[in-house]
């Protein structure tokens, strides 16, 4: 399918309208936006044909062999266009596109996997969420967005912080932070969903100091604190469902009490296992005015 630069905005692009032999334009009997669609979907198609995997060898096994299997999961026209831009964007030399395709690929790819049915929406100038995903005759759809900060480090203090000692604040209180001024970013652009929501956070590098920072050190991460947090943030976001935070790099501070949150899934994996994230933590709104079903909560029990 579909391997083409210029994407799903190129449909409307700029395409030129051949005239009949009595020199009248066939914008007179066609509206000029089928042509042009039409026009570029062909040229699209045929494009498709001359791609071959070969003239990109950066791109690992892992990751053809995931675009391979979404391809085939994943069988409509736009799902194929969306996958087209997302291994596009894997090819590219900054850190936070190559980040953000990669945890929608690695989203999906673990949706399927647990029995959920995947649709790549269409991107829009309108900001929708990325998935649209089925479990049974159950529909929810997912934003993902990975986190991976700038290179350059912060020089303003962030509000709320308290600075102790030597000037240098808590490394996971920033963190907390910032996941928590994300996650009220992205929800304004997910208001106007009636079915249920997941908001997706992917945070490789918990430092987020981006592609070109040499020094880098597991942050310890309260992660009650920030399951508590996040809960505190849900209630007044009654139109997101819950909340999906992958973390990489972390190291869970040791909890004292038995004590838990009966909206908050946590898996952590063992700090060697570096193919797979650290902590992954599902945080369910108990505010939410769609709350997610129960065979809905079961495949992301299985994902975690």
Known sequence: MPLHPCGIEGLYGRCGLSANPSGCSMARFRPKQTIKLVNQLVRLNGAAEAVSWTDEPVLPREFRERYAMLQRQCRDQSSHLRLGRLIHRLMQYDYGVRESALAEMELASQLIRVGAAVIFLPESQAKTADLECRVGSDRFFVEVTAMVGSRTPRRNPIAGLAHEGDNLPDRGAILIHRVLARVRQKAKQLAD??????????????????????????????????????????????????????????????????????????????????????????IRNPSAATPLTERQRDSFDRLL
């Open 193 to 282: 969903y009636v079915d249920p929501v997941v908001l997706s956070l992917s945070i490789p590098r918990a430092e987020l100091q981006g592609a070109g920072w040499i020094r880098r050190r597991n942050v310890s991460l309260d992660l009650r604190a920030m399951a508590g947090s996040t809960t505190m943030l849900l209630t007044g976001l009654r139109h997101l469902s819950a909340v999906l935070i992958t973390l990489w790099d972390v190291e869970p501070l040791p909890v004292s009490a038995a004590t838990r949150l009966a909206n908050v899934d946590v898996h952590e994996r063992n700090g060697r296992q570096a193919g797979h994230p650290r902590v992954r933590l599902l």
